[in-house]
Each structure stands twice: as C-alpha cells, then as structure tokens.
C-alpha cells in the first residue's frame, strides 16, 4: 500500500508528456585516471593499460561533447519552437482581424450597391419623367404651331 501511494505520488509529480514505466538510460562510471581499475575488497578485478585508459578518456570526452551539444541544440529548438509559436499565434490574429474587417468591409459594399442601385431605379424614373415633359412641351409647340396657321388660314387676325 505504501509503495502504491509513493508511486501515485511520483506520477503526480512528473511533468506533463512523460510517461509512468519510462526507461532510465544507464549511468557509467566515470573513468579518473589510471587508479581507476575495479576494485573489489582490495583485490582488483581488472586493469587496463594506458592507452586502453586513454581511449576511454577520449571517448568520454566526445560523448561529453555530444551530450552537452545535443543539450544546446534541444535549448536552441525549443527557442525557435516557442518563437515560431509566438509568430503563428501573431499570424492567427492577424488574420482573425482581417476578416473581422473583410466581413465589415463586404457588409458594407452590399449596402452601397443596394443604395446606388436605389438611386439608378430613381434616375432612371426621373429621366422617364423629362423625356414625357419634353414631350408634352413639344406636342403643345406643335398644337400652337398648328393653331396659328389655321387661325391665320380662317382670317382671324390679333389685334
């Protein structure tokens, strides 16, 4: 029972995105010079020569270096994922503002076109208007024309 609570707790305590059974990579012993051999109650298990000492060394080194390059290299990825993120994040409002203003913007077209359109059917009516007036003057200047000549046709003279 006590081990089941100490392994909830250790479950609550990992961060995020890490699993429970994860493995644990295994840990060499670090090599420190040529006293280093196994050594079990005073009795050495084994020894290693000096250049077999020397490329261990070496080889710890280079895997330092790696280990330290790769951890510099996940701190620059995280970096530029957090930036790239920021960036998107930037990009998503922007265009969420943009198309706030596109929809405001075609709202508005629609209303112009339906006001012009308005204003055609208007012009066009005042247009009809005019013309029906032209005629109407014309056909009263014809009327008159034609009400002189008969009225001077018949002999009658204004004073």
Not at 10 to 33: C, E
Not at 84 to 102: C, N, P, W, Y
Not at 128 to 142: G, P
Request: proline share 4%.
């Amino acid at each position: 029972a006590a081990a089941a609570a100490a392994a909830a707790a250790a479950r609550s305590s990992r961060p995020p995105g890490t699993s429970v059974n994860m493995p644990t990579q295994p840990t060499l012993p670090r090599v420190q010079g040529p006293s280093s051999a196994a050594v079990d109650h005073g009795v050495p298990l084994f020894t290693l020569s000096q250049s077999a000492q020397d490329k261990l060394l070496t080889q710890q080194r280079l895997q330092d270096d790696l280990t330290s390059e790769l951890l510099d290299m996940g701190q620059e990825l995280k970096a530029s994922t957090l930036a790239m993120q920021s960036a998107i994040r930037f990009r998503g409002k922007l265009l969420d503002d943009t198309e706030v203003h596109l929809e405001h913007s075609a709202a508005n077209a629609q209303s112009v076109a339906a006001k012009a359109k308005q204003q055609y059917k208007q012009s066009s009516w005042n247009f009809c208007q005019t013309l029906m007036l032209l005629l109407i003057v014309a056909l009263v200047f014809c009327a008159m024309v034609v009400w002189i000549k008969l009225t001077s046709m018949v002999g009658l003279k204004g004073r």
